[in-house]
């Protein structure tokens, strides 16, 4: 397996195709913020494949050296056979001199009954896989969020932290989306 920078056309389609169903909308940024990132160079998107083609994909938001890994997930049939795993390593080693790679992961603390197991799995996931949690807790669009790191070169300073993660939304959103929509819990 190995990754490769998507094009903004394999990006639009991803979004449209895969994206939809891969995450709950209210967790999906604007197409258009995505692309007009992508024109600045300060979003990257990569496509996860192997000898069968695509099977999954990761889009990071970078600013210099700092990262926030905005989605990342395998194909629906492509799902439990460790694909998951070597994108996180992957993207680790693409990302080996980064200074801070941060992530989203949605809070089971806060799901109901239904979604509360999804979220977890999806937790335990990045903690098998090298990520560790920071302790820092956001509401983004409404949707509580627990923020992990991927990497060793990390400042455990919740406001450092918090001020990098507003940084990243503050470049991709409008200021009233911004100040509307992001939240320290």
């Not at 999906?28 to 600045?40: G, N, R, S, T, V």
């Not at 994909?57 to 990342?72: A, C, E, H, Q, S």
């Not at 990098?164 to 100040?179: A, G, I, T, V, W």
Request: a negative charge.
């Amino acid at each position: 397996m190995w990754l490769e920078k998507l094009s903004k056309s394999q990006v639009e389609s991803i979004y449209r195709e895969k994206m939809v169903v891969d995450f709950p909308a209210a967790e999906i940024k604007p197409l258009e913020a995505i692309l007009k990132a992508m024109d600045k160079g300060l979003y990257e998107s990569f496509g996860l494949y192997d000898e069968a083609g695509i099977m999954g994909y990761t889009f990071l938001v970078k600013i210099d050296r700092d990262y926030l890994v905005d989605y990342l997930a395998v194909f629906d049939g492509r799902r439990n056979n460790g694909a998951g795993s070597q994108m996180i390593r992957l993207l680790a080693e693409y990302l080996k001199d980064a200074d801070n790679i941060i992530l989203e992961v949605e809070n089971p603390d806060f799901a109901d009954d239904q979604e509360k197991e999804l979220q977890t799995r999806r937790y335990n996931f990045y903690k098998r896989n090298g990520c560790s949690d920071t302790g820092l807790r956001v509401r983004c669009f409404g949707v509580p969020f627990r923020i992990i790191r991927m990497n060793r070169n990390f400042s455990k300073d919740h406001d450092s932290l918090w001020a990098l993660y507003q940084s990243f939304y503050r470049m991709m959103l409008p200021k009233e989306l911004f100040e509307k929509n992001l939240e320290r819990m």
